[in-house]
């Protein structure tokens, strides 16, 4: 079993940054992958940034791509979701989640969510 408990949420203005920290706990929690996915208002959940705990590698959706930067702390289990550049579209619930996967499809693991808002 793993256990993800997300902070870092918000409300901030456009073009703000914020920090999104997710830290991950269980015997086999380096064993996922781990990252992020949102739910704006009225719509779907979607993939935002994924990283390997092995190697480091890398995964974003294009919509937050030079904007978005995620990282993990291995001593700690916790990865790091900087956000910079914010946008009103950037608002949601944002759910860290642990898969499988190194892209983060289909996880396994979820986390409670943490709201960010973005005000224009």
């Known amino acids: 079993q793993v256990q993800l408990v997300e902070s870092g949420g918000g409300l901030v203005e456009a073009g703000d940054s914020l920090r999104l920290s997710c830290a991950g706990s269980?015997?086999?929690?380096?064993?996922?992958?781990m990252g992020w996915y949102r739910q704006p208002p009225g719509k779907q959940r979607e993939f935002v940034a994924a990283?390997?705990?092995?190697?480091?590698?890398?995964y974003y959706a294009d919509s937050v791509k030079g904007r978005f930067t995620i990282s993990r702390d291995v001593v700690n289990n916790t990865v790091y979701l900087q956000m910079n550049s914010l946008k009103p579209e950037d608002t949601a619930v944002y759910y860290c989640a642990a898969a499988a996967s190194p892209d983060l499809r289909n996880p396994r693991y979820w986390g409670q969510g943490t709201q960010v808002t973005v005000s224009s």
């Open positions: 269980g015997r086999h929690v380096k064993s996922y992958a």
């Open positions: 990283v390997r705990w092995t190697g480091g590698s890398t």
